[in-house]
């Protein structure tokens, strides 16, 4: 049983920041990513952060300098801190973390948690 909760969305205005978490229950597996996406209403669902199981770092351009991303290992939690938000940051944010089964890489996602930032 693999399981992946998001939390920590809500609704702030621009400028202001939050923090979501995306608690993970993996077993004996070893998680090797969590990334973070979004997808708006009617937008293509996108990648905003990684982070891998060696600790390297990713972001989009859109997001690079106001979010990073970290992670717990030993509570495996990932964590996106999302400062000096925009209105175009506004979407569901979906965690996706994947683990190793041997020689095989699975995939799994949480449902997603709502961020708006009003103007």
């Known amino acids: 049983q693999v399981q992946v909760v998001e939390s920590g969305g809500g609704l702030v205005q621009a400028g202001e920041s939050l923090k979501l978490t995306c608690a993970a229950s993996?077993?004996?597996?070893?998680?090797?990513?969590i990334e973070w996406f979004r997808q708006a209403p009617g937008r293509q669902r996108e990648s905003v952060a990684g982070i891998t199981g060696g600790g390297s770092r990713f972001y989009a351009d859109s997001v690079k300098g106001r979010f990073t991303i970290s992670r717990d290992k030993s509570k495996n939690t990932g964590y996106l801190q999302m400062n000096n938000l925009k209105v175009e940051d506004t979407a569901v944010y979906y965690c996706?973390?994947?683990?190793?089964?041997?020689?095989?890489?699975?995939?799994?996602w949480g449902q997603g948690t709502q961020v708006t930032v009003s103007s």
């Open positions: 993996v077993g004996t597996l070893r998680i090797t990513l």
């Open positions: 996706k973390v994947n683990v190793d089964h041997e020689v095989v890489v699975h995939e799994y």
